[in-house]
C-alpha cells in the first residue's frame, strides 16, 4: 500500500498586469491569493512566471534602462517583501516567477521557492527560451525572449521541501519531456511551474482549439510518465490588449487533473494531494530501475536537431555495451 504524505497545494493564477499596473499593487493581489489559499488548507502556493510585471516580451525595447524597469536586482527586495513577510506570517511555501538582473548585468527568466520561514531554498533560470531574437514590427505582438534572457544556467535542480523534494521548470520548459525526466531521475516528488502562454506566438501554428488541449497534454503526459505531481500556475486574460490562456491545474502521478481553473482571472485552484500516490507507478510501470534502458537513449544528448537515421549497431556492439554498463560503477553525489 503506498504510503501517505498530505500536502496542502495551491496554484494562484494571475489575471492580466497591464503597463501601468506598480510592483506593490501586484503583490498586493498575490498576498490576497495567498491568504485565500492558507484559509482552504494550502501550505505551498504556486505562482506564475514573470508574475510580478507585465508579459514585456511582447513588446520591442531598445532602452537598456527602459528594459530593467521589469528586472528585479534582488530577492526579495522593498516591493516583494511584503510578500515574503506575509508566508511567513501564515507559514506558507510558495514559487515565484520574475525577471532576474544579476549583479554583472546578465537577464535570465527565473524561479525560486521559499520556505515557510520566507527563506529562498531553490532557484531555477529557463532553459528553453521560445520566440524570436529579431524584430518583427509587422506583427501584433512580439515574442522576444530569446532577446531579453539568456540561456538558464543553474540546470534542472531538485530541492528538499515542505518534507518533498521539488522540482522547477517555466512555461515552455513543460513542452519538453527531458525536463520531467531529469527532475524525476532526482527523485522529484512535485515539478512546480509558472507559465505566460500567448493565444499567438509568432511562428506557432496553434489553432485556438489546441492552445488548452497542448499545456495540459504537456502537463499531464509529463506527471503520468515520470510518476510526479505538477503544478502550474498562469498569467492569463487579457493583458496590455494581448491574450494569453489560463488552465492553471494541478495534475496527479496517474496524469488525471485533479484541480483545475475556470476562469481568466486571478483565481486560486487547490487540492489535498497525498505525495504517496507516485509510489504505486515507481514500484510498476515506471520502475526506472528496474525498466529504463539509457543505452538506446543516446542520441537523445548526442543530437540537438533532426538528422538521418543512425546505422544499426551490430550484436557485438550490443553485448559490448551492456557489458561496459554493467561493469561501470555507479555515480553517486
Known amino acids: 500500500m503506498a504510503h501517505e504524505r498530505r500536502l496542502g497545494l495551491a496554484v494562484a493564477q494571475v489575471g492580466g498586469i497591464n503597463l501601468s499596473d506598480t510592483r506593490s499593487g501586484v503583490v498586493s493581489r498575490l498576498i490576497e491569493m495567498m491568504r485565500e489559499a492558507k484559509a ?13 510585471t507585465t508579459f514585456f516580451p511582447r513588446h520591442w525595447v531598445e532602452d537598456d534602462d527602459e528594459l530593467d524597469q521589469f528586472f528585479e536586482r534582488q530577492m526579495p527586495n522593498e516591493h516583494v517583501q511584503p510578500l515574503f513577510d506575509c508566508a511567513k506570517q501564515l507559514r506558507v511555501g510558495f514559487y515565484l516567477g520574475y525577471a532576474e538582473l544579476t ?10 521557492l521559499v520556505d515557510p520561514r520566507g527563506r529562498i531554498v531553490g532557484k531555477y533560470r529557463k532553459v528553453h527560451l521560445p520566440g524570436h531574437a ?11 525572449e530569446k532577446r531579453y534572457f539568456e540561456v538558464g544556467d543553474l540546470g534542472f535542480g531538485v530541492f528538499e521541501f515542505m518534507r518533498c523534494k521539488a522540482g522547477m521548470c517555466i512555461c515552455n520548459d513543460r513542452r519538453w519531456p527531458e525536463v520531467y525526466r531529469v527532475l524525476a531521475l532526482q527523485s522529484a516528488d512535485l515539478v512546480l511551474l509558472g507559465y505566460n502562454t500567448p493565444s499567438r506566438v509568432v511562428g506557432w501554428r496553434d489553432q485556438p482549439h489546441q492552445w ?3 499545456h495540459l497534454l504537456s502537463i ?3 506527471a503520468y510518465q515520470n510518476s510526479v505531481w505538477v503544478a502550474a500556475a498562469a498569467k492569463c486574460g487579457l493583458e496590455d490588449g494581448a491574450h494569453m490562456i489560463g488552465g492553471s491545474a494541478i495534475v496527479a502521478p496517474s496524469g488525471e487533473v485533479v484541480a483545475r481553473a475556470v476562469t481568466e ?19 510498476s510501470v515506471f520502475n526506472f530501475a528496474e525498466h529504463r534502458q539509457p543505452l538506446n537513449y543516446r542520441l537523445i544528448v548526442d ?9 544499426r549497431p551490430t550484436s557485438d556492439e550490443i553485448a559490448r555495451d551492456r557489458e ?10
Open 40 to 52: 482552504r488548507g494550502a501550505s505551498v502556493v504556486v505562482y506564475p512566471e514573470l508574475t510580478l
Open 103 to 112: 549583479p554583472d548585468h546578465r537577464r535570465f527568466n527565473t524561479s525560486i
Open 134 to 144: 529579431d524584430h518583427k514590427p509587422d506583427e501584433p505582438a512580439q515574442h522576444l
Open 212 to 214: 488548452m488541449f497542448t
Open 220 to 222: 499531464q503526459s509529463g
Open 265 to 283: 482571472e486571478d483565481e486560486v485552484v487547490t487540492a489535498d494531494i497525498d505525495l504517496g500516490m507516485a509510489d504505486a507507478y515507481r514500484q
Open 303 to 311: 543530437r540537438v536537431g533532426r538528422g538521418e537515421p543512425l546505422p
Open 324 to 333: 561496459t554498463a554493467r561493469s561501470s560503477p555507479a555515480i553517486s553525489d
